[in-house]
């Protein structure tokens, strides 16, 4: 069992950067696959970025691919969301998940835990 607690939203002009934390604890982060997914009002929620177990790679929606980053640090058992370019239509709930899967792919179903979410607005 794994707990996730997201952190890092706000309010940001067009343009600008912001970064998503989420901590994981219960277990180490090491032994999880993690991802971000995102949710617009109206909208299903979609994916964002995701990262394996060990971290070998990185994978992204094409629609945030170059303009975010994310990344793990197991030795504090935090994932982040490295956000640049920010865009009025990356408005949404950002919540983080984990699997003990190496790596669950972009499907919401395929991950057990989800944060709660954290609020990212970006105006124009």
């Known amino acids: 069992q794994v707990q996730l607690v997201e952190s890092g939203g706000g309010l940001v002009q067009a343009g600008g950067s912001l970064r998503l934390s989420c901590v994981a604890s219960?277990?180490?982060?090491?032994?999880?696959?993690m991802g971000w997914f995102r949710q617009a009002p109206g909208k299903e929620r979609e994916f964002v970025a995701a990262?394996?177990?060990?971290?070998?790679?990185?994978y992204y929606a094409d629609s945030v691919k170059g303009r975010f980053t994310i990344s793990k640090d197991n030795t504090k058992n935090t994932v982040y969301l490295q956000m640049n370019s920010l865009k009025p239509e990356d408005t949404a709930v950002y919540y983080c998940?984990?699997?003990?899967?190496?790596?669950?792919?972009?499907?919401?179903?395929?991950?057990?835990?989800w944060g709660q979410g954290t609020q990212v607005t970006v105006s124009s």
């Open positions: 990262i394996p177990r060990t971290g070998s790679n990185t």
């Open positions: 219960g277990r180490t982060s090491s032994n999880y696959a």
């Open positions: 998940a984990a699997d003990r899967s190496f790596y669950p792919g972009d499907s919401t179903y395929a991950y057990s835990y």
